[in-house]
């Protein structure tokens, strides 16, 4: 018998976000998000063309549990599909060897923005004195550069992460935007996330880009950084637009020093206002959008004279 069972959807933007959330309830270690179809000669390139198609996957143990978690999650997409054209979840059988190395095949070096390069660590590429590379084993955990809303992020660091900042990278996965900010000059980088999975791959991924003493990577959520005396002048939220919204109703805000900057990501088109109106009430002003295919990224500031409820 097989160890793991990986399930697999090609989707659009419009329904991913929605999809990803049903298979991450049921599957193990969350949900890997891929653009599919784009031509390999493209990876070099400054300008990289949207996917049209978005691949997830989810992986499950291969257990006695397991047929009764399949009919849960096809009872869950059969509702959804009221809503959402989708495809039915395609089913393969994965070793416990090879779960790890499954995904490899479609992951390749990327540009992002002007100066940024995101490589697998497996990858050589030939680098020039302008480029900043960002070398990654994301291993178990979420973040390989690939989905519109990771690249979108690397592009707002890009042209915010001014030197010396402290920066919060909330819900870090493989460590990629800690990783990002560091190189470009923050001083020292808070990547917290849930699983202990991404913890471990984000301390191993600064280690080998040479930035762990600028990176501190633990569990923790925002709970935890409410509950802590520390503020950060950037704070990088890049999850699901629904725990983006939750988060605003536990005083968001708060993690942000006055002046200090927030980016947000994870939020399709027909999301955008209501999450920028729902940071204005948690005390986040607004400033910029950036967009990718259908995904969107929102800019905030924490004025200066406003105490977010402190």
């Known amino acids: 018998m097989s160890d793991w069972i990986e399930v697999s959807m090609r989707v659009d933007g419009e329904s991913a976000e929605a999809i990803a959330e049903v298979l991450q309830r049921f599957g193990h270690q969350g949900v890997s998000l891929e653009q599919d179809g784009i031509p390999p000669d493209t990876w070099d390139e400054d300008e990289v063309p949207p996917a049209e198609t978005l691949i997830l996957r989810a992986y499950f143990l291969d257990d006695d549990d397991f047929p009764g978690k399949r009919r849960e999650l096809e009872t869950a997409l059969s509702h959804m599909r009221l809503m959402y054209p989708m495809p039915k979840p395609c089913y393969s059988a994965v070793r416990e060897d090879d779960w790890a190395e499954a995904w490899k ?17 497996w990858v050589d590429v030939d680098l020039s004195q302008e480029d900043i590379e960002i070398a990654l084993d994301p291993g178990m955990a979420f973040g390989t550069g690939t989905h519109p809303t990771t690249q979108l992020c690397l592009e707002a660091l890009e042209t915010m992460a001014d030197p010396g900042l402290d920066v919060l990278d909330l819900g870090c996965g493989s460590g990629i935007l800690a990783i990002a900010a560091a190189k470009l000059g923050a001083g020292q980088v808070l990547a917290l996330d849930i699983d202990p999975i991404a913890v471990r791959a984000t301390r191993e991924n600064a280690a080998r ?14 709970e935890s950084v409410l509950s802590s005396a520390r503020r950060f002048d950037m704070v990088m939220v890049n999850i699901l637009a629904r725990i983006i919204l939750e988060m605003t109703e536990r005083r968001l805000a708060q993690i942000v020093r006055p002046g200090g900057v927030a980016i947000f990501s994870g939020i399709i088109d027909s999301q955008v206002d209501a999450v920028e109106g729902s940071l204005r009430r ?29």
């Not at 095949?105 to 660590?121: D, E, F, M, N, T």
């Open 105 to 121: 095949a479609h992951y390749q070096p990327l540009r992002v923005g002007k100066h940024l390069l995101v490589r697998p660590r």
């Open 209 to 222: 880009n040479g930035v762990a003493q600028q990176i501190v990577a633990e569990q923790g959520s925002l």
């Open 282 to 310: 948690a005390g986040l002003r607004p400033i910029a959008r950036r967009k990718k295919g259908d995904w969107a990224l929102i800019e905030t500031v924490r004025p200066l004279d406003q105490t977010a409820g402190e």
